[in-house]
């Protein structure tokens, strides 16, 4: 007898939920079977008792038992949303997180709407805050760096789909990768920031994201202190750097940007109330 799509999601929620009572089987099943149809979720509660093809079953059931083992969603159906904006996304590159919209939030409220301004993403894995600075500033120049080439391949797709292709990428270790003769009014970045032994590494989705992308020695601020005093030479007078970070990292943050002589240091709050977002401007 034919499965119907209510069948299978109480089938699907029923196994997850014994398998990890955290997640929502409901809301990623109704994702899983959404992509599998082409449909959007709509579809899925106008017409809960339409049958299934066994095709569309098989297809439905082989991406479960993946999500089922822990993979995590965004890399079973390819794609993540980052500031309204649908981005491609593969093992290569970090899975775009609602918080690093924070950093984004900050770096618009000082680029003029109008005004040119050349801008870096360091370290952008699959291009989203550059695509966001981008998508919201036309008029300026923007460039995206990161050490896998692997992951430039799937920004710069995510750069074509979008209509940004002015955004220029260079393969690289942070500003080692940009030419020698660029200077920038904004650096931004999501760099490594856990700790090499931190035990997240091994629970939720961290374990399928590579870990390069995640973790910086002992402390987890190894790559922000070589971003810190890197962007030095690079920014113009008064320019400005900002980064994400742990949420528990706030005060060293602004202590390595103050040793390094940053300026007008601060760090942001997340809407959890936690510190995300730290930065300061060049002398």
Sequence with gaps: MP????????AFQSRLASADPERDGRLEGEILLGHVLDKPRSHLF??????????QVANFQLLA????????????????????????????TLIPRPETELLVEIALEGIPRNGPMTIVDLGTGSGAIAAAIASERSQCRVFAT??????????????RDLGLDRIQTFQGSWLAALPGDIMVELILSNPPYIAMDDHHLSSGDLP??????????????????????QSRRLLRPGGRLLFEH??????????????????QVASWRDLAGRERVSGGRRH
């Design 246 to 263: 742990g949420y528990d990292q706030g005060a060293a943050a602004r202590r390595i940007l103050t040793d390094a002589g940053y300026r």
């Design 46 to 55: 106008a017409w809960p008792d339409k049958a299934l093809t066994e095709e």
């Design 3 to 10: 499965q119907t799509i209510r069948q299978l999601l109480q």
């Design 208 to 229: 399928f994201e590579p870990r390069e992308a995640l973790a910086s020695g002992e402390d987890g601020l190894d790559d922000i202190r070589a971003i810190v005093e």
């Design 146 to 159: 990161d050490r896998s080439e692997a992951a430039l391949a799937v920004a710069r797709e995510n750069f």
């Design 65 to 92: 038992e993946r999500r089922l083992r822990g993979e995590p969603i965004a890399y079973i159906i390819g794609h993540r949303e980052f500031w309204s904006l649908d981005l491609k996304v593969t093992s290569a």
